[in-house]
């Protein structure tokens, strides 16, 4: 039995420390975003630092594209307000602590196959032009909670002096000027470009750290 709700905007986490190349590869199984893993020169992720702030953690990092046509990152993640109305929270990300790991994500996720929505929860892009580097920081309250579009079990709660390890995943379309956008503006005046649902989940690849230790995590 399918089970429906409104997509929504939840809160957000992110750590990763030091500096590490990410490879290209898909999601795992149960939150496929169906990214397909291309070369690891194509486009890299390297995450730069983490940095504790008050009751938050922040995060930087950089995408590089190598590849002569210019990408979309899937990274314009959203808040929602009382009023149900979107607004552009760019260093927002999305937060699963299921299965005893960490991981966080900016990216296109997938509506679950036993979920009806009514209305997938798509992020706005962002172009990175051939040969381009583009900085990235993502900041996230303590204690890590989980945040995702689609919860499908109960929401968990994380101190992060428990954490030893995260993943980063980023997601990004490989042909930025084969993709569809539509044009608008969010709650607050901002301009945005969404892509459609069905097209961008399966052409997304995602960009995945690996396991990554965390330090200074008291």
Known sequence: MKTFRRAGAIMALAI??????????????????????????????????????????????????????????????????????????????????????????????????DLAVEAPEVPAVSRVEPGATVNRRAVVPLPLRTALPYPTGPEETRELSTVREVSLRVGYLPDADAVTLSQGKDAQGTPIQTPHYGPAVTAQRVLDSGPLPVTDAK
Not at 33 to 59: C, H, I, M, N
């Open 16 to 113: 990763i420390v030091g500096c590490a190349r990410a490879p290209e590869r898909p999601a795992p199984p149960a939150a496929d975003p169906g990214g397909q893993r291309v070369a690891q020169a194509d486009v890299e992720l390297k995450v730069e630092s983490v940095a504790r702030e008050a009751d938050t953690l922040a995060v930087t990092y950089a995408v590089h594209n190598r590849t002569q046509k210019a990408v979309l990152l899937l990274d314009g993640l959203w808040d929602v307000g009382f009023s149900g109305h979107l607004t552009l929270a760019p260093e927002r990300a999305y937060v699963d602590l299921s299965g005893g790991k960490v991981v966080l994500s900016r990216m296109l996720l997938p509506v679950p196959e």
